[in-house]
């Protein structure tokens, strides 16, 4: 697997990560445990070096299914995980965002037991918290990075001015959103901020939570606990409009002799060398087809194809329902 840096931390991670979350939390019923641990350490195995996790995943199951799977593979691979809810001890209470510096550090220590490790290799803030200054937020991380509880500084959805600001207090070493040829929202000033403070990206949902892989069409129908069920750009119209993307993708995937998704991913890896996508997955295959668009060039031509097309396609539906989208780009 090639490796790639986030931005000028020297922190380098494997081209493709692994996003955890659906294995515990969002796409419907949770993975068998042991089935979810088969899929983190045969990505472990096949180098991928990158897995993202989030106390909110279950909650916490997600942290604790992560952290089993690789303590055997501690050492040579980098866990990121985040804090930013109120999310009772139990798990059975939201209360909304919580960024206070004091709930920070009770995060960490509580996440550092469930991944059984020292240190949180790469520690995200969530989603911006308005309540609390992120200069604060920022001080409070640098406290654990100078403490060895933490190694890394993330934001998650947020704004350029709070990237700014953030930096200033602790250096951000990556700042992780939705992207991909569907949801092109970083573009215009998140990944010029980026590219000028030297910070990497990590794009979440890379493959557009399933559709960009061409399995998921008008007809599929999602379980009420997949949050997709709820979400503007799944709905049956939508999904319908929005199937020309698809083809976009199935038409440069057939040139390539390659898959819908390994062209989106590979597309991202184009952009910029210091972003890393980390798509989830359930399945073996889907792990194995993820890795294999690291190795899949796309060429200038091929690059300007795409976007030209891909600029003809008005995407229908917003990216996430408006009481999570107002929390996002503070």
């Known amino acids: 697997m090639q490796k790639r840096k986030l931005g000028n931390s020297g922190l380098e991670v494997s081209a493709i990560g692994l996003g955890c979350m659906g294995l515990s939390y969002g796409y419907g019923r949770a993975t068998e445990k042991q089935q979810g641990i088969v899929v983190i350490q045969t990505a472990a195995e096949r180098g991928v070096t990158f897995f993202d996790t989030a106390e909110s995943y279950g909650p916490f199951t997600n942290e604790e299914l992560v952290g ?179 083809n976009l993708l199935k038409q440069i995937a057939q040139q390539k002799n390659a898959t819908p998704a390994q062209v989106a991913l590979a597309w991202l890896l184009a952009q910029k060398p210091w972003v890393v996508p980390i798509p989830g997955t359930t399945k073996i295959n889907r792990l194995e087809e993820n890795i294999g668009s690291a190795s899949l060039g796309l060429t200038s031509k091929d690059l300007e194809e795409i976007n030209t097309a891909a600029s003809r396609i008005p995407i229908q539906g917003e990216r996430l329902p408006e009481s999570i989208l107002k929390m996002s780009y503070r």
Do not use: M
């Open 68 to 246: 089993e799977a690789l303590a055997p593979h501690r050492e040579r691979v980098v866990i990121a995980t985040k804090f930013g809810f109120d999310i009772s001890s139990d798990g059975h209470r939201w209360g909304g965002l919580d960024s206070r510096p004091e709930r920070i550090k009770q995060v960490a220590e509580a996440s550092l037991k469930r991944l059984k490790t020292d240190a949180i290799d790469l520690f995200y803030q969530h989603r911006v918290d308005p309540d609390v200054p992120i200069e604060d937020v920022a001080g409070a991380v640098k406290d654990l990075i100078q403490a060895g509880k933490v190694r890394h500084f993330g934001l998650s959805e947020a704004g350029a001015d709070t990237i700014r600001r953030a930096h200033a207090v602790q250096p951000v070493t990556a700042v992780q959103s939705e992207y991909s040829i569907w949801t092109r929202d970083p573009e215009p000033e998140v990944l010029p901020t980026c590219e000028e403070l030297g910070i990497g990206f990590v794009p979440w949902s890379p493959l557009g939570q399933g559709f960009l892989t061409g399995k998921i069409d008008a007809s599929t129908k999602f379980e009420s606990t997949d949050f997709r069920s709820a979400f503007p750009r799944f709905t049956e119209k939508a999904r319908n409009a929005n199937w020309a993307v698809v």
